[in-house]
């Protein structure tokens, strides 16, 4: 399949939430949830609203507390034209050494201003990943955060075998996708369960940690302990559902409708 093919621009992509390749063939779902948008429109502010700021968080704290800011080099896989990762970290006075976005749509136009060096690049991650700017030096810390659902699930097997290539000896590589019961968005082409992704991460990368991003307590409650259990009955009379179901979902990561994993290579 062409880059044509597996890349066609959408026309509306607040509107249009699937797109086909003229061959017939499954193209990369270009769609992404854009919370701020979702705010301008009014719209609910619901636990995959909220999961996407708590994981752009994650990332900044990450980089906070293991790495020398100046010096840190991250490659955001799919950055969007919204770079939500990249302005949480500038308006959370983060400031990496070097910040790479890439995307399947050209996002070079709505790139912001930061106080540290930002570059773009429009690639086909299928085909290939960057390597490093500099051969004497590597990624610090790879973001691969809810992309790997819009695409076939071959093509996800491509790019984690992409990434292990790109990945130095200390390279952090931190991903999230659902991984529930493969129907939580229509705009998804593949959504991995948590046992076969987990299967397929083993093979390549060592799990240093894992979180659940967002669940349904219903799923997990008979798991909870007694104090967990007396916890939750007194969050859930100032919190409502969406928060709850973020707020616990790292507990129970196997339990868990979306999950992020923070990896390295083997």
Not at 148 to 163: A, F, Q, R, S, T
Request: hydrophobic letters at 35%; glycine letters at 4%; aromatic letters at 10%.
């Amino acid at each position: 399949m062409s880059n044509k093919s597996l890349f066609k621009s959408l026309k509306n992509p607040d509107e249009v939430r699937m797109e086909a390749a003229p061959d017939g063939e499954d193209a990369f779902n270009l769609t992404h949830l854009s919370p701020l948008k979702e705010l301008a429109r009014g719209r609910q502010v619901h636990r995959d609203f909220l999961s996407h700021w708590f994981r752009w968080g994650f990332v900044a704290n990450t980089v906070f507390k293991d790495y020398k800011q100046d010096t840190c080099n991250i490659l955001d896989v799919g950055c969007a034209p919204d770079w939500n990762q990249l302005i949480t970290l500038h308006s959370n006075g983060c400031h990496p050494g070097y910040y790479m976005g890439i995307d399947a749509r050209d996002c070079s136009s709505t790139i912001p201003k930061t106080s540290f060096p930002v570059s773009f690049e429009q690639v086909n991650i299928v085909e290939r990943l960057p390597p490093f700017i500099s051969t004497d030096d590597e990624w610090d810390l790879i973001t691969f955060l809810e992309v790997i659902e819009h695409m076939p699930k071959d093509c996800g097997i491509k790019v984690l075998d992409n990434l292990v290539g790109v990945m130095g000896e200390h390279t952090v590589l931190i991903m999230s996708t659902p991984c529930y019961n493969g129907t939580m968005a229509s705009n998804h082409l593949y959504e991995w369960g948590y046992e076969e992704l987990k299967e397929e991460l083993e093979k390549r990368f060592t799990i240093v940690e894992h979180y659940g991003t967002f669940a349904s307590l219903r799923d997990y409650t008979s798991d909870m302990t007694e104090e967990e259990v007396k916890l939750l009955s007194k969050l859930k009379k100032y919190f409502n559902s969406a928060l709850i179901s973020c707020m616990m979902a790292p507990l129970y990561p196997s339990k868990s409708r979306n999950c992020m994993w923070v990896l390295v290579k083997k």
